[in-house]
């Protein structure tokens, strides 16, 4: 599930499964999404 941080809070992008419902408990794991290296090649 995709999202991002905003202050304190957990902004989803992706919408809850159908089996989720209101009042249900949920475990929740954030882990960085890994950023893109970017590689400059110098030629002479």
Do not use: S, W
């Amino acid at each position: 599930m995709k999202g991002y941080i905003q202050g304190k809070k957990v902004i989803l992008l992706d919408k809850l499964p159908d089996g989720i419902q209101e009042g249900d408990e949920v475990e929740i794991i954030i882990q960085p999404k890994a950023k893109k290296t970017i590689l400059f090649l110098h030629l002479n």
